[in-house]
């Protein structure tokens, strides 16, 4: 388990590497042809409420998501982080965001209702890199794969075509999501 451990955490600093030499005009095509692919579809537009993460540095884009579901009128929640790799999801306010004070990314501040998926939601999972059975490398944390075990949803990865992988090391708590997003395709699993 050890080896696996360390196997990963390689994995990530390469991948990493990899994130940090794309071009900015790379990345503005990539995420806007992955952009128009979650645009349309069906498990998007069918959800009345939408997960989201925002992004960061590198990540895929989500901003332009978050604009377009907020405009379809679609509740969006986005997640908090909890000490000890838990995690939950609050409504997404405009002008309502803070610091994560666990995580460094934007979270809802502390007067945004809590909100628990339920069936028909749908969640956007963030990754380094996926592979072609839906695994994800992420962040290293575990926040997803928690909250994902304990949870039936649609789950969607986005992922830069040049970050797929033939496989993704696995161990027995990763969990693959149910579609994946890219600038080229669409994978449903």
């Known amino acids: 388990m050890a080896d696996l451990k360390e196997v990963k955490r390689e ?27 979650l645009s349309v579809l ?6 009345s409420r939408a997960f989201l ?7 895929v884009d989500t901003h332009r998501l978050l604009r377009l579901l907020m ?10 982080s909890l000490p000890g790799g ?3 999801f609050a409504e997404y306010r405009r002008g309502c ?13 502390a007067s945004a209702p809590r909100l628990e998926p339920a069936e028909g939601d749908l969640i956007l999972v963030p ?4 592979d072609a059975e839906g695994y994800r490398m992420g962040q290293g944390g575990g926040y997803y794969d928690r909250f994902l075990a304990s949870r039936r949803l649609f789950s969607v990865g986005v ?30 699993f």
């Open 127 to 130: 990754g380094l890199a996926f």
């Open 159 to 188: 992922a830069r075509d040049a970050l797929l992988m033939e496989h993704v090391p696995r161990e027995k708590h990763d969990q693959p999501v149910c579609c994946l997003v890219t600038e080229s395709r669409i994978l449903r």
């Open 53 to 59: 993460y925002l992004s960061v540095g590198h990540e």
């Open 11 to 37: 994995l990530r600093r390469d991948l990493r590497r990899r994130i940090a030499l794309l071009s900015e005009k790379e990345l503005e095509i990539s995420d806007k042809a992955i952009y128009n692919n």
């Open 71 to 80: 405009n379809l009128g679609k509740t969006v929640a986005l997640p908090v």
């Open 86 to 88: 838990e995690m939950f």
């Open 97 to 109: 965001l803070t610091d994560g004070t666990v995580v460094p990314i934007p979270e809802p501040d």
């Open 42 to 47: 069906p498990e998007v537009l069918a959800a």
